[in-house]
């Protein structure tokens, strides 16, 4: 469509088709006053502020609701319009407090005068937290209003505090519609609504109940949606208008939101996501929304360094505890040393951490967390695609005309992610989603595949198996992309679709209606997470997952494709940085010898060639005395570890313990040496998010006490030990030498970063970035085949243990809870573990709701309280795994993939106790 | 409660469209829309409670609370409000010890008020069930509300 030419107040203007009279205007530098307007949301005209007047239109049409056409004329400045918007506003004054709105000295009147017209403290702008940044201001000094001629009736509605994020204050509410709106058409959350009608209409909730009854998420989209004073951030409301703000990037999972940090005083105010990027686009969650500063500035960070002495942790200087680890870590055997680093620092120090590994401990004994999510990915997809990572990106989510969730609780874990299969939905799109448990997902989903923990692999082939028979795979993508097919067919030859559905639980027609639903509807996606990887047989349900893509010619377009969604931060960036203990950056295997040959050119030193441990192997080294020294940074195994008694015990038995963390945590407990590192809003990096995406983590406050990033620490101590090369001056020196050595990362600089992420891979400083994987070929050539049979889980419920625990995480807490935990608002919202069991299972027990039970496994035993829940299927217990006080990783089995290497978390056979 | 519900719920689309038959039915059924209902239909149709809430609370017929024996009306229409209306409507609510909306707690008396029973001549109007009274004061208030015990 070509783009269209219209007139504004006799000025002639060319906008893009589709644009409304208002983005006209925008776009001529004309300001229109709105009220119920929202960028993000569909035009509403209910205020009817932005009226304009254009010819050969009766009326006065809105601005914010009209679509330009060729030609238009269009006037905003007559008296007709002045007079009307004038009346329009008195109306909407009569209802919200407005003696300081007309009074001319507003701008100069401070919170403490007397008022000389003796208004009411209440009813005052400047007694308000909006004062200054309310648009209700903005539009009542440009339409000019100095007295309301109506009388003004107080609403007198209780303040409502029930939530310690934000706080609802009606008395101030203008009826815009614009939080109930984000909050039904954007989050898809509806938890308020339009209550009662004419003059008593107000956003509220059924019934008026709690926001947490109803079903909120606290993600605050409805307070950064709101014009005036009525929705405030508690915690926000009276500090006034901010010093500067700093784009950055959120430190809680792998969407990799960008907030835009509220700076005063040298203290973080608030963090609101901003709306100018392909990520998040001015949505975030509750995390990233209202979590940030009290983590930051919380009083218990650790400010300088510490070390043991007698069993007590004595502060020390820099210099004392650096020298003293180097002296230690120096005197050890090559091989009885590891590092562990962290999926939550940045890229830069993963890098440093990894290359602090090779280089100056001289092995490969560096792994991070990864290993307990997405191992199975990285090993599946190389095996089948040739590189394990999401192939598409998050925005193309919402054009799917079919989204498969399966093993994901997206609203949860992934809750920006989750807007977007919204989006799909409201566009007309399919969602089939697999998960034991009810989800919010299975709420608006056509197709509920509830098919029991541990068996995805038969619930896929079956899957795979119908598309077959009916044909409805692509043959032509089979046959020109793909290699091996006959593999598949052979592994399908031994699945019977009744056998399936005797393992799965899923009626044979509900695979058949998914198959084809999967199969018909393109591009068609498949989201997954956790309840995918964390199994024994972890690797093969990816590939299965990569199979059911590649069988249907889902891949390399947009909208398509296999994405595992990563959970932390900067998992992604941590792997491909190299903190892995097979490969350097950017996935370079450790036994290539020309690869170690380049990186002995690049950094001067020989290396080992020997793959190093995986986490859960170094744990049992330490165990068995191999391993004596370990330097951990950011990482908590005793609560991310599973069977955690044995990563407590196993910690204790080393020689020499350096933790590097923001928090005292359960494992810097068991240390030596603590050293203190800097939160994400104190220094500059760049974390990768799921998608790829590398994007800026820049420093908005100053470092707390004597904290130090990552980066600078371990290089302070690489330095300390003699060793040439870690004399970096800051972190974008370290990406310019990543940029170097790691190929997908060629072409990504703090300085083109600076205007936004780039998708790697991006081999050269031209390259645009790769939004879509494998879209002419496999990075590995061929998308491969390979047989695939059924394993069960290792442990399943037998008369001993007779149910079958799984695990996972909550919206309200991150991991294992060191930080989320800092924060009141989460705690509120979550604060203590619970085992979810089915009604069924309850009255087996003779449990009652809220009742603490001893919840046992072979491994141990914890307390939690029982809730009753059909959510939970018949059989199956759920407890989150965030909570240092009743670690649901006691109870998991430490059962690994064999590929992979990745513990079953989702899987274990436990009983359920009276106490 | 669930066993009412259900068979109504399961005649129905699970799509928005079928909420207001369902809100109808359901009230139809129980008499009024307690918070129990509203989750049982929020679950099946996946829409959230307050939305329905919300729904329900725009139209006049649907009602919250349990209803009483007696459905007690007082027009408070133009015709009726310049006559007394108003008072009338006083003294109901001080005989019946609730506010309009409301349900006395032996659940014997509903107290509503309307916009305009079309009797305008006789007004000031209230009803009882279907009964009209007409050209009402606040004395004949007791009278009225006494011969429904
Ligand atoms: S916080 Fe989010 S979910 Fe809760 S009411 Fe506001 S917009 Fe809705
Ligand atoms: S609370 Fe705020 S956003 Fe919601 S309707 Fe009122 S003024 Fe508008
Ligand atoms: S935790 Fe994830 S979804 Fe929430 S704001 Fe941060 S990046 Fe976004
Ligand atoms: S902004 Fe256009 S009608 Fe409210
Ligand atoms: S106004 Fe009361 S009956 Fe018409």
Redesign the pocket.
Known sequence: MADLNLTIDGKQITVKPGSTVLDACKQAGIYIPTLCFHPDLTPYGACRLCIVEIEKMRGLPTACSTPVTEGMIVKTDTDQIKNFRRGVLELILTEHPHPCLTCWRRERCGPYDICLRNVDVTLRCVLCPKNKICELQEVTDFIGIDKVEFPYVYRNIPIDHENTS?ERDYNLCIKCGR?IR??QEI?G????AWTMRGSEALPGTAFGIS?KE??????????D?CPTGA?MERDRRWEGEKEKQVLTTCPYCGVGCQLNLAIKDGKIMESVPARENDVNRGQAC?KGRFGIKEVVHSPERLTTPLIKRNGKFEKATWDEALSLVSSKLGSYAKDATAVLSSAKTTNEDNYVAQKFTRVVLGNNNIDHCARLCHAPTVTGLAATFGSGAMTNSIREIGNAKCVFAIGTNTSESHPVIALEIKKAVDKGGKLIVGNPRGIRLTNFSDIWLRHAPGSDVPLLLGMCKVIVDEGLEDKEFINSRCENFDDLIGSLKNVKLDEVEKITGVPQETIKKAARMYATNKPATILYTMGITQHTTGTDNVMAIAYLAMLTGNLGKPSSGVNPLRGQNNVQGACDMGALPNVYPAYQSVTDAANKSKFEAAWGVKLSDKTGLTVTEMMDAAHEGKIKAMYIIGENPPISEPDANHAVAALRKLDFLVVQDIFMTETAQEADVVLPATTFAEKVGTFTNTERRVQMVRKAVEAVGESKPDWQITSLLAQKMGVKGFDYQNASEIMTEINQLAPSYGGITHARLETGGLQWPCPNADHPGTPILHTNQFTRGKGRFMPLTYKPPAELPDAAYPLTLTTGRSLYQYHTGTMTRKVKGLNDLLPENLAEINPADAAKLNVQNGEMVKVSSRRGHINAKVKITDVSPVGVVYMNFHFAESAANILTIAAIDPVAKIPEFKVCAIKIEKI | MRERILPILQKHARQRESLIPVLQEVQAELGYLPPEAITEIAQFLGISRSDIYGVASFYAQFRFEKQGKYAVRVCQGTACHVRGGKRVLGEVVYQLGIEPKHTSPDFKYSLETAACFGACALAPVMVVDKTVYGRMTTTQVKKVLSQYP
């Open positions: 934000f939080c984000v909050c989050r959350a509806a938890a308020i926001l109803a079903d909120c998420q606290y993600c605050g989209a409805c307070v949606a929705l509750v």
